[in-house]
Protein backbone atom coordinates (compact mmCIF):
# COMPACT_ATOMS: atom_id res chain seq x y z
CA UNK A 1 0.00 0.00 0.00
CA UNK A 2 1.35 3.79 -0.89
CA UNK A 3 2.11 6.23 2.23
CA UNK A 4 -0.16 8.25 2.16
CA UNK A 5 -0.23 11.61 0.06
CA UNK A 6 -1.10 15.55 1.39
CA UNK A 7 -3.16 16.97 -1.57
CA UNK A 8 -3.24 20.85 -2.47
CA UNK A 9 -4.96 22.96 -4.62
CA UNK A 10 -2.42 24.99 -6.47
CA UNK A 11 -1.56 28.07 -7.88
CA UNK A 12 1.21 26.48 -9.61
CA UNK A 13 3.91 29.00 -9.13
CA UNK A 14 6.33 26.95 -6.67
CA UNK A 15 9.53 26.48 -8.19
CA UNK A 16 9.16 22.52 -7.51
CA UNK A 17 5.75 22.66 -9.01
CA UNK A 18 7.16 24.16 -12.58
CA UNK A 19 9.91 22.19 -12.81
CA UNK A 20 8.40 19.06 -12.25
CA UNK A 21 5.02 20.72 -14.98
CA UNK A 22 8.27 21.09 -17.29
CA UNK A 23 9.36 17.84 -17.03
CA UNK A 24 6.22 16.60 -18.16
CA UNK A 25 5.79 18.65 -21.14
CA UNK A 26 9.66 17.39 -22.17
CA UNK A 27 7.87 13.81 -22.14
CA UNK A 28 5.40 14.66 -23.96
CA UNK A 29 7.22 16.27 -26.63
CA UNK A 30 9.84 14.11 -26.80
CA UNK A 31 6.93 10.70 -27.26
CA UNK A 32 4.45 12.44 -29.63
CA UNK A 33 4.42 14.19 -32.66
CA UNK A 34 3.81 18.31 -32.07
CA UNK A 35 0.23 18.49 -33.33
CA UNK A 36 -0.50 15.41 -30.84
CA UNK A 37 0.88 16.61 -27.84
CA UNK A 38 -2.28 18.46 -25.69
CA UNK A 39 -0.59 19.04 -22.52
CA UNK A 40 -1.00 22.13 -20.60
CA UNK A 41 2.07 24.51 -19.94
CA UNK A 42 1.60 26.25 -16.30
CA UNK A 43 0.10 29.22 -17.81
CA UNK A 44 -2.84 27.37 -19.04
CA UNK A 45 -2.74 25.36 -15.94
CA UNK A 46 -4.14 28.92 -14.26
CA UNK A 47 -6.64 29.95 -16.81
CA UNK A 48 -10.12 30.49 -15.60
CA UNK A 49 -11.78 26.88 -15.13
CA UNK A 50 -8.99 24.71 -14.45
CA UNK A 51 -7.95 23.54 -11.06
CA UNK A 52 -4.30 21.89 -10.28
CA UNK A 53 -4.04 19.56 -7.12
CA UNK A 54 -0.50 18.16 -6.43
CA UNK A 55 0.30 15.76 -4.22
CA UNK A 56 3.41 15.33 -1.69
CA UNK A 57 4.67 13.10 0.84
CA UNK A 58 3.23 12.82 4.27
CA UNK A 59 5.34 12.33 7.40
CA UNK A 60 8.61 13.18 6.08
CA UNK A 61 10.49 17.38 6.07
CA UNK A 62 10.95 18.74 3.55
CA UNK A 63 7.89 17.41 1.57
CA UNK A 64 8.28 15.80 -1.55
CA UNK A 65 6.23 16.58 -4.71
CA UNK A 66 5.51 13.10 -5.99
CA UNK A 67 2.35 13.85 -8.28
CA UNK A 68 -0.18 16.45 -10.30
CA UNK A 69 -3.47 16.25 -12.01
CA UNK A 70 -5.93 19.09 -12.64
CA UNK A 71 -9.59 19.38 -13.92
CA UNK A 72 -10.52 21.91 -16.86
CA UNK A 73 -14.28 22.86 -17.24
CA UNK A 74 -15.81 22.00 -20.69
CA UNK A 75 -19.17 22.17 -19.79
CA UNK A 76 -21.62 22.19 -17.27
CA UNK A 77 -21.18 18.50 -15.93
CA UNK A 78 -18.27 17.78 -18.10
CA UNK A 79 -14.72 17.71 -16.41
CA UNK A 80 -11.59 16.88 -18.81
CA UNK A 81 -8.68 15.14 -16.51
CA UNK A 82 -5.54 17.06 -17.26
CA UNK A 83 -1.79 16.92 -16.35
CA UNK A 84 -1.96 13.68 -14.32
CA UNK A 85 1.56 12.36 -13.90
CA UNK A 86 3.15 10.73 -11.15
CA UNK A 87 6.98 11.28 -11.02
CA UNK A 88 9.46 8.19 -12.13
CA UNK A 89 10.07 7.42 -8.76
CA UNK A 90 7.12 6.73 -7.30
CA UNK A 91 5.39 5.04 -10.52
CA UNK A 92 3.80 1.20 -9.22
CA UNK A 93 3.57 2.55 -5.77
CA UNK A 94 -0.05 3.36 -5.91
CA UNK A 95 0.20 6.61 -5.70
CA UNK A 96 -1.50 7.27 -9.04
CA UNK A 97 -4.38 5.18 -7.63
CA UNK A 98 -4.43 8.12 -4.62
CA UNK A 99 -4.29 10.83 -6.82
CA UNK A 100 -7.37 9.87 -9.36
CA UNK A 101 -9.04 8.83 -6.00
CA UNK A 102 -8.83 12.78 -5.10
CA UNK A 103 -9.48 13.97 -8.31
CA UNK A 104 -12.59 11.99 -8.63
CA UNK A 105 -14.06 12.33 -5.34
CA UNK A 106 -13.15 16.44 -6.32
CA UNK A 107 -15.25 16.05 -9.69
CA UNK A 108 -18.16 14.70 -7.76
CA UNK A 109 -18.20 17.60 -5.35
CA UNK A 110 -17.85 20.26 -8.30
CA UNK A 111 -20.76 18.13 -9.62
CA UNK A 112 -19.72 16.92 -12.57
CA UNK A 113 -21.82 14.22 -14.28
CA UNK A 114 -18.66 12.66 -16.35
CA UNK A 115 -14.75 13.12 -17.27
CA UNK A 116 -13.29 12.71 -20.01
CA UNK A 117 -9.21 12.81 -21.07
CA UNK A 118 -6.59 12.14 -24.19
CA UNK A 119 -3.77 10.14 -23.50
CA UNK A 120 -1.44 8.79 -26.18
CA UNK A 121 -1.20 5.45 -28.18
CA UNK A 122 1.99 4.91 -28.04
CA UNK A 123 3.67 2.25 -26.03
CA UNK A 124 4.40 4.89 -23.14
CA UNK A 125 1.37 5.70 -22.42
CA UNK A 126 -0.11 1.89 -22.50
CA UNK A 127 0.05 1.42 -18.63
CA UNK A 128 -2.33 4.92 -18.48
CA UNK A 129 -4.64 3.60 -20.61
CA UNK A 130 -4.67 -0.05 -18.61
CA UNK A 131 -4.81 1.96 -15.58
CA UNK A 132 -7.68 4.71 -16.62
CA UNK A 133 -9.23 1.31 -17.89
CA UNK A 134 -9.19 -0.50 -15.00
CA UNK A 135 -11.14 2.80 -13.54
CA UNK A 136 -14.20 2.28 -15.30
CA UNK A 137 -12.92 4.67 -18.23
CA UNK A 138 -14.10 3.80 -21.65
CA UNK A 139 -12.92 4.92 -24.97
CA UNK A 140 -15.20 7.19 -26.47
CA UNK A 141 -14.87 9.97 -29.44
CA UNK A 142 -13.38 13.15 -29.42
CA UNK A 143 -14.80 15.76 -27.38
CA UNK A 144 -14.17 19.39 -26.53
CA UNK A 145 -11.83 20.70 -29.51
CA UNK A 146 -10.30 17.71 -30.31
CA UNK A 147 -10.26 16.18 -33.97
CA UNK A 148 -9.59 12.77 -34.86
CA UNK A 149 -5.96 11.83 -33.46
CA UNK A 150 -3.86 8.33 -34.72
CA UNK A 151 -1.79 9.45 -31.69
CA UNK A 152 -4.59 10.38 -29.20
CA UNK A 153 -6.79 7.89 -27.24
CA UNK A 154 -9.98 9.63 -26.04
CA UNK A 155 -11.90 7.71 -22.68
CA UNK A 156 -14.57 9.01 -20.52
CA UNK A 157 -16.13 7.96 -17.07
CA UNK A 158 -19.78 8.29 -16.36
CA UNK A 159 -19.79 9.69 -12.40
CA UNK A 160 -22.91 8.54 -9.68
Not at 40 to 46: A, G, K, M, N, S
Not at 154 to 160: A, G
Request: glycine fraction near 6%.
Amino acid sequence: MASPLIFKRDPVTDPRVLAFLEEHLSDMRRISPPESVHALDPEQLRAPGMYLWTAWTAGQEPQALVATCALKTLDAGHLELKSMRVGAERRGSGAAQQVLDHVLAQARAMGAARISLETGTEAFFAPARRFYARNGFAHCAPFGSYQPDPNSCFMRLELS
